[in-house]
């Protein structure tokens, strides 16, 4: 089996796994939108969006420093392991403490100076998450990196389905059984909070606190000795990965935190609602990078030493781009169907959620442009040069803050999304050309730039000259898709039969 064969099947298993548990996530819009107003969701959005953030800064940037340290220390894996962990940890336990003594001051700011209790239960709900799902980063990547991706999704699996059966009792069981009369009204109705989006948030610690417990195993292995030498040399290559880590999720979720602040009342929770449950819809062509990254990165590292190693990232960015953009348009010419997903619970709110729409395929594009730029970070990493990491994602924090402040004021989320779409094409424009002059790929750059064209083209004919008409549309991307695979069948045909 040729190596790319072998990378394209892990990769399929991360995405195989990581497309169904999504997929039954995403079951669920429906019924948050039709059990929460725009406002409520808004909340909902809020917090999870602050959430990423703060999973940047607890993870430390050790993911990718413990991929790139295997690489160095091969004969010393364990003491990788141990002190990729033990960072992790020292940072999850002081972020538990400090949230847990500043949780009502926390919360009084995330509601704009108002305290509500409801907020500081979620403060301290959100920090167990986080720490339970810290402490998950380095055992998962052992997985990753022992080519055990079967172990990784099944995990993951159960984590989703958890998430979702803990939010199906809470949402729609305990209030059905209130519904049946009997002992149940006088059991649930003394403590159960009918539409309260704080349940979602416990079902997800339940979740998050299981995986944890189903990764003993992998935990078992730890020894809790800090080797400094190593410590040092490795926070010093995951400082910058850090910093460029939090940039690059200030960049992707900053809008989310901003538009409650910039825009009056209520008006700020409901727009925010909107966009979370707009973005929803999108979330097919996210799945597809993050299993990219999930298969790409150990890959990417252990593959360096080959001696047509950049011939071969070339030939991946190539095919991933081609993927990427099919989804994009199938996702597209398909809106009129994937739109009753957030229907919302009366006339008034789905009209609401689906004045949005219009900026979904925005969106796709901004999950193209992050995937690209998440293949090409690879030339930093390797060289061990990852300050440039820092300043690329600096460049794109920089725009995403100045632009949001001007923009979202005067277009609410319609301006967040064009501010994420500039940030990226920054991004992916500098790794670029600092990449070739450091470490040069030989990317077929008109070609992968053609088939972005031909998407977004067709994108644009099928939302705004042919009203969203499914038949055309998807007429559209059958032909699309048939002349991509026409033009590529000689190389996958190489690659197929390669041994």
């Known amino acids: 089996m040729s190596v790319l064969r072998k990378f394209a099947g892990q990769t399929a298993i991360y995405g195989v796994s990581t497309i169904v548990a999504r997929l039954i996530n995403f079951l ?14 808004g909340v909902f959005t809020n917090l999870y969006s602050w959430a990423a953030m703060l999973n940047a800064v607890l993870a430390f940037g050790m993911e990718t420093t413990y991929f790139r340290y295997l690489q160095k220390h091969d004969n010393n894996r364990a003491n990788v392991y141990n002190n990729s962990f033990i960072i992790i940890l020292f940072t999850a336990t002081l972020f538990l403490i400090t949230t847990h003594l500043f949780s009502a001051n926390i919360a009084t700011w995330l509601n704009n100076g108002s305290y509500n209790a409801d907020y500081n239960r979620y403060v301290r ?27 990784f999704a099944i995990l993951k699996l159960i984590n989703i389905l958890t998430f979702i059966g803990t939010t199906l009792f ?7 059984l209130i519904g049946q009369g009997g002992a149940y009204p006088g059991y649930f109705g003394s403590w159960y909070r009918d539409e309260w989006v704080g349940y979602v948030f416990i079902s997800n610690l339940i979740a998050s606190g299981l995986t944890l417990l189903l990764l003993l195993p992998e935990i078992a292995k730890l020894r809790l000795r800090l080797n400094r030498k190593l410590a040092a040399d490795m926070l010093s290559y995951s400082v910058p990965i850090l910093i460029a880590n939090v940039s690059f999720i200030i960049n992707e979720h900053l809008d989310k935190i901003m538009i409650p602040k910039l825009l009056p009342g209520e008006v700020g929770d409901r727009d925010l609602g909107i966009y979370g449950a707009v973005s ?8 597809a990078v993050q299993a990219f990254r999930l298969g790409a990165e150990p890959f990417f590292f252990s593959y360096s030493k080959n001696k047509n190693a950049r011939q071969t990232y070339a030939l991946i960015m190539d095919y991933f781009i081609i993927a990427m953009v099919l989804v994009m348009v199938g996702i597209t010419v398909n809106i009129e169907w994937l739109k009753y997903f957030i229907e919302g619970g009366s006339p008034e709110e789905q009209a609401q959620y689906w004045s949005g729409l219009h900026i979904i395929p925005i969106l796709l594009l901004n999950y193209v442009l992050l995937g690209i730029y998440m293949n090409l970070s690879i030339w930093y990493k390797l060289t061990d040069q990852t300050r440039f990491g820092l300043y690329i994602s600096g460049i794109g924090a920089i725009i995403t803050i100045v632009l949001n402040i001007i923009l979202i004021p005067k277009y609410s989320y319609i301006g967040a999304v ?21 470490y040069p790929i030989p990317y077929h750059v008109g070609k992968n730039s053609a088939y ?3 998407a977004i083209i067709i994108c644009w004919l099928a939302f705004d000259v042919f009203d969203r008409h499914m038949v055309i549309g998807n007429l559209l991307f059958l032909l699309f898709a048939g002349i991509a695979l026409f033009l590529e069948r000689k190389a996958l045909i190489m690659i197929w039969r390669k041994p």
Do not use: C, H
Request: charged share 10%.
């Open 452 to 454: 972005i064209a031909a």
């Open 125 to 151: 709900y959100f920090a167990w998450i986080l720490v339970a799902d810290a402490l998950a980063v380095i055992p998962f990547a052992r997985l990753r990196a022992e080519g055990r991706p079967f172990r």
């Open 280 to 287: 929803k819809i999108a979330v097919f062509l996210s799945i």
């Open 170 to 176: 809470f949402i729609v069981v305990i209030p059905w």
């Open 418 to 438: 064009w501010v994420t779409a500039i940030a990226y094409a920054a991004m992916v424009v500098t790794s670029y050309l600092w990449g070739q002059q450091r």
């Open 28 to 41: 669920l819009t429906p019924l948050f939108v039709n059990k929460f107003s725009p406002s409520v969701y």
